[in-house]
């Protein structure tokens, strides 16, 4: 084979391998769109459905605020968060925390819940004991488990 054939075989595979990377990421690209923000947004809605109920029978009123990548929830008058969400888009989860609140008095809580289809559905997935595998779960268990700990601690 000669340095001119080499070359073109060179480039040829050069070639294949972009368009083999430009294919995975118009994948990524369509999980995304498809499977990840409708997620987000449904299990958004859920929480603050969850929330205005919450809010009819509490004394203490609870906030949220949503953006396209994070939902954040706090008392009423006070300027500290009592949980963040986060969606983490391109690994396909939301990550959550409520950071302890004194300190002494409980432990943090947080967790990830992955992001999946399921019968071809975005899905949510999550651990509901530390040491337990990921299961499927609906939004509003999903919405119950990060919630809970919080709301009624």
């Not at 997620?39 to 949220?64: C, G, M, P």
């Not at 986060?86 to 990830?112: C, F, M």
Request: no cysteine; aromatic share 8%; proline share 5%.
């Amino acid at each position: 084979m000669s340095w001119i054939d080499e070359e073109f075989k060179k480039r040829e595979q050069a070639e294949e391998e972009r368009q083999k990377r430009m294919a995975e990421e118009a994948a990524r690209e369509r999980a995304l769109s498809d499977v990840v923000l409708p997620a987000w947004q449904r299990l958004a809605t859920v929480i603050r459905a969850d929330i205005e109920r919450f809010n009819k029978h509490s004394i203490k009123r609870v906030w949220t605020s949503v953006t396209d990548t994070a939902l954040q929830v706090q008392w009423e008058g006070e300027n500290d968060f009592l949980l963040v969400l986060e969606l983490d888009a391109p690994n396909q989860r939301i990550v959550y925390s409520a950071p302890a609140q004194p300190p002494h008095e409980w432990k943090t809580h947080a967790g990830s819940i992955s992001i999946r289809t399921h019968d071809g559905v975005p899905a949510l997935f999550a651990k509901t004991k530390p040491s337990s595998s990921e299961q499927l779960l609906s939004y509003e268990a999903v919405s119950e488990l990060i919630l809970r700990a919080v709301l009624f601690r």
